[in-house]
Nanobody, 122 residues
Framework: VQLVESGGGLVQPGGSLVLSCAASQNIRDIARMGWYRQTPGNQRDLVASITTDDWTNYADSAKGRFTISRDNANNTVNLRMNNLTPDDTAIYYC?????????????????WGKGTLVIVSS
């Protein structure tokens, strides 16, 4: 599956952004999709994820500020981010965790987009 992120940019502290991830396949066939973020020298950390049953999981830093949602009609997953702070500055990556039938037997694999940069600064 190919994943293309969009929506990153420069925003002032306290502002909002909506990130979008467009998938090349029907996201109903993807068990879990998520957003991760990474800063230089650090590992890539989960921000939020959502399953096909719309079960969501958020990092503590995202709870109450970020909302992840699926748009099955357009095969996209969105991340609405409110009340942004400079600590949210990072490259945000879209992830798809799916049963991959390229393997025999099929197994779950991760796919990643190339990322979109979010900078929170005044």
């Amino acid at each position: 599956v190919q994943l293309v992120e969009s929506g990153g940019g420069l925003v002032q502290p306290g502002g909002s952004l909506v990130l979008s991830c467009a998938a090349s396949q029907n996201i109903r066939d993807i068990a879990r999709m998520g957003w991760y973020r990474q800063t230089p020298g650090n590992q890539r950390d989960l921000v939020a994820s959502i399953t096909t049953d719309d079960w969501t999981n958020y990092a503590d830093s995202a709870k109450g500020r970020f909302t992840i949602s699926r748009d099955n009609a357009n095969n996209t997953v969105n991340l609405r981010m409110n009340n942004l702070t400079p600590d949210d500055t990072a490259i945000y990556y879209c992830n798809a965790y799916r049963l991959n039938d390229d393997y025999e037997p099929p197994r779950f694999t991760d796919s990643w987009g190339k990322g979109t940069l979010v900078i929170v600064s005044s």
